[in-house]
């Protein structure tokens, strides 16, 4: 079984080496290697926000129905809080650069297949439906891998810069790549965009085939049925109280957060009387709020109370939703405005989740570990869309708003009360 460099000395002549944030000797040319791998995936992330909103947009202008969307996001996540766990398994099991090449790829085919079916004029809801399983399918074992590689890749204390690089990247593909894929659905068609996320998904290959990624094996890991390597996953993160905690706070966060990515242009398009560019620029507004939030963690470094800046997070979210629901239908300018002050805090969620974790779990348990972050969060917002759904068509968008934002308030309020959660703070 792979020892954790994190409680094995070191020998003497190596002391001096850099070691990465899992205690294994760091490349001198890391930062190239990190360049290389998050150039093809920004390349990757941008093409499959334009696809992905062109797809958001297809079905809106379609049906108009907040069930549909409800439905369509649920399809998009479900499979990753399924088969992430699994995901993490293999990730423990296997060259982790070796499966996030197969999931970019597959990711990459899917979205050629897809657009050459528009193109034939075999556009549809079930069509989109299948891409949206699928691409999920190919995240669930990519996110784990990718996750569960970072800690060997970088210094401790550039690991949570490189957490939230994955969220400012995000910000700046959500800024333009909404307004992108919009263009291109509406001059070039709907094809154009999905042929655009196949170029995107080959510059990930490309990125990944450049760059050099340890991987840790654990051997035990191969002997084991599944139930044992997710026993062995979840003992990882249960040993430390304040982490689980904290983990099962976030996930509550998520099933009430996650909604509002479904709703956000239905409000636009039903509240607001907006078109697909008003949306875009809603997206655009929340990208900028990303942007700036990340940027602000990555300057910063977060600072020692990462769970506590959490929970700060939590109360700023909820108070912007909050707002939006009291908006009249001219409020679309306060709608922007709220929209970007809210995504600020949102990058405060992951990247210090993810390396509280990463420093809590074991290197060769952390592929396992990172499949049931990804599980637990990929679970959450399809349950609080499904349910989101729901409560909209019953009590109106503007409404759903203003509940889904007081209760985010109210978790922020108390995800920082338990000593166990604070404890991760004082580590």
């Known amino acids: 079984m792979a020892e954790n460099p994190r409680t094995v000395p070191q020998p003497p002549s190596t002391s001096d080496a850099p070691l990465s944030a899992a205690g294994l000797p760091l490349a001198k040319n890391w930062l190239a290697i990190i360049a290389f791998i998050w150039a093809g995936q920004a390349a990757s992330m941008i093409t499959s926000f334009a696809a992905g909103y062109a797809v958001v947009w297809y079905v809106t202008e379609s049906t108009g129905s907040a069930l549909v969307l409800a439905f369509m996001n649920i399809a998009a996540m479900l499979p990753i809080g399924l088969l992430s766990p699994?995901?993490?398994?293999?990730?423990?099991?296997?060259?982790?650069k070796l499966i996030?090449?197969?999931a970019d790829g597959?990711?990459?085919?899917?979205?050629?297949?897809?657009?050459?079916?528009i193109l034939a004029g075999d556009v549809s809801i079930p069509l989109l439906l299948a891409v949206?399983?699928?691409?999920?399918v190919g995240q669930a074992f990519h996110t784990p891998a990718m996750m569960a590689a970072?800690?060997?890749l970088?210094?401790?204390?550039?690991?949570?810069?490189?957490?939230t690089l994955d969220q400012l990247l995000a910000a700046v593909a959500s800024i333009g790549a909404p307004a992108f894929g919009i263009f291109l659905y509406t001059t070039l068609g709907f094809s154009s965009v999905m042929f655009l996320d196949f170029a995107g998904a080959c510059i990930a290959v490309a990125g990944l085939l450049l760059a050099k990624v340890p991987t840790v094996i654990d051997p035990s890991a191969e002997r084991q049925h599944v139930l044992a390597n997710l026993r062995d996953g979840w003992r990882a993160v249960a040993k430390t109280r304040g982490l689980l905690l904290l983990i099962g706070g976030v996930t509550v966060g998520m099933m009430i957060f996650g909604p509002l990515s479904a709703m956000c242009p239905l409000m636009t398009y039903n509240h607001f009387g907006g078109n697909g560019y008003d949306a875009s620029i809603g997206e655009a507004a929340f990208g900028v709020g990303m942007l700036v939030g990340s940027g602000i963690l990555m300057a910063w470094g977060g600072g020692r109370r990462l769970a506590g800046l959490i929970a700060v997070a939590a109360v700023i979210v909820g108070a912007c939703t909050a707002v939006c629901g009291f908006l009249p239908p001219d409020g679309f300018p306060v709608f922007v405005l709220m929209m970007g002050t809210m995504a600020v805090a949102c990058a405060w969620f992951n990247g210090p989740l993810l390396t509280l974790t990463q420093r809590?779990?074991?290197d060769e348990k952390m592929g396992r570990a990172m499949g049931l972050l990804?599980?637990?969060?990929?679970?959450?917002?399809?349950v609080g869309v499904a349910i989101g759904g729901v409560l909209a068509e019953q009590i109106g968008i503007a409404p759903f708003f203003l509940v889904d934002g007081l209760a985010c308030l109210a978790l922020g309020l108390v995800l920082y009360l338990p000593r166990s959660v604070r404890a991760l703070d004082e580590a």
């Open 374 to 382: 990804t599980a637990a969060m990929g679970l959450a917002t399809p």
């Open 86 to 96: 699994f995901g993490g398994i293999v990730a423990d099991k296997h060259n982790r």
């Open 154 to 163: 970088v210094p401790d204390k550039h690991l949570l810069r490189i957490n």
């Open 132 to 136: 949206c399983v699928a691409r999920a």
């Open 360 to 362: 809590h779990v074991p």
């Open 150 to 152: 970072m800690p060997m």
């Open 100 to 102: 996030m090449i197969a």
């Open 106 to 117: 597959a990711v990459g085919v899917i979205s050629l297949t897809a657009g050459l079916l």
